[in-house]
């Protein structure tokens, strides 16, 4: 699994992933997204060499687009996809401790979070934080729901809703 | 009846555009009695079009009967069928027979009409919402050759939200286009 952050620019993903396919790696899955200004890439690779000679071939890159690099050996691979079944929203005026309060409920359910994204919208004078959550759930809507129910009084919305995969 | 074969990504006759069914005769039921055969074969699918089994005609059944509190019109075998009016836009998630191990977000119509024929060729209008109107708008996508992996919006573009507003100046009647967003960037 490869980490790499660093200030956003035009051409990170080509370097990067040039450099990988020329050292004989195969890229699989990823996440590549700005955060803050900073271009963040997780990214799992095989094939190649080893996780040193791989460091070694694209810490110069990495240098030269001002990132850092980190690599873990993962035994993980690709096909392993988890279906999410429910999906919250939560939105709410910027404080500490929305996350913590939300995601604490939820796995209390035994919710198995596959996808977190969060972004605080507004205006640097009175923020909101929104978060959506993808994930598993084996307790119902109205469980979950219920899980949840507390959060309103401290001025978190959460909206459950289930989501029904369509295969066609 | 047979069970065929399912065409599977990156096949290019998947993009095929498929023709119209011209001769309602024994040749196409049994043609129709392999899909439907075909598709309970499948996981769970609520359909399937012909060419997803290499037959490009303009061929589909929808049935999303089975799910649990969704309306529907039952078990339906669609042949020539046309989209006439679409309305509103809501995103889902989407997995294809044809696209195995892969799901993703994309934008339909909330409620469509729609003519087609029965297998012998007598004329069928419906009007139908929500999944049901998501299936259909998926199966006819194969008959144009197109995937629902040409319409994936990005899991953050969250369009979910926008429900709230709904009645209040959504358009009506065109044809929803995938939302790409034109964020600009670096990386």
């Keep these: 699994m490869l980490t790499l952050v660093g200030e956003d620019r035009p051409g990170i993903v080509a370097r990067v992933t040039g450099t990988l396919t020329e050292a004989g790696c195969n890229l699989g899955e990823a996440s590549m997204i700005r955060l803050g200004g900073n271009f963040t890439i997780m990214l799992m690779v095989t094939g190649g060499s080893s996780p040193a000679e791989l460091e070694a071939t694209l810490a110069p890159v990495a240098v030269d687009l001002g990132l850092r690099l980190h690599i873990d050996p993962v035994t993980g691979g690709g096909h392993q996809h988890l279906i999410p079944n429910i999906q919250v929203r939560v939105m709410g005026a910027d404080r500490a401790g929305i996350v913590s309060a939300v995601t604490s409920a939820l796995a209390r359910s035994g919710f198995n979070i596959l996808e977190l994204e969060s972004d605080v919208a507004g205006d640097a004078d009175s923020p909101v934080y929104i978060m959506n959550i993808q994930g598993c759930s084996e307790a119902t809507v109205e469980a979950l729901r219920e899980s949840v129910a507390g959060l309103k009084g401290q001025g978190i919305a959460v909206d459950i809703s289930p989501i029904e995969t369509l295969i066609g | ?187």
């Design chain 2, 1 to 187: 009846m047979a069970i065929r074969e399912i065409l599977k990504l990156p096949d290019e006759r998947l993009k095929q555009v498929s023709a119209p069914v011209e001769r309602f005769d024994a040749d196409l039921l049994l043609a129709i009695a392999d899909l439907e055969e075909t598709r309970q074969a499948g996981p769970a699918a609520v359909g399937i079009a012909a060419p997803q089994v290499g037959w490009f005609e303009r061929v589909v059944i929808v049935d999303v009967s089975t799910k649990k509190g969704v309306p529907n019109h039952g078990h339906l075998i669609l042949v020539n069928p046309e989209i006439e009016h679409w309305e509103g836009f809501d995103m889902g998630r989407e997995g294809c027979l044809s696209v195995p191990d892969y799901t993703g977000n994309v934008i339909r119509a909330t409620r469509i009409r729609l003519t087609a024929c029965t297998p012998q060729g007598k004329p069928l209008a419906f009007e139908m919402d929500g999944f049901e109107a998501r299936a259909v708008q998926h199966e006819l996508d194969h008959l144009d050759g197109l995937l629902f992996i040409d319409r994936v919006v990005s899991r953050r573009t969250d369009l979910f939200q926008r429900k709230v507003y709904a009645g209040k100046g959504r358009s009506g009647g065109g044809k929803p286009d995938a939302n790409r967003r034109g964020d600009a960037g670096g990386a």
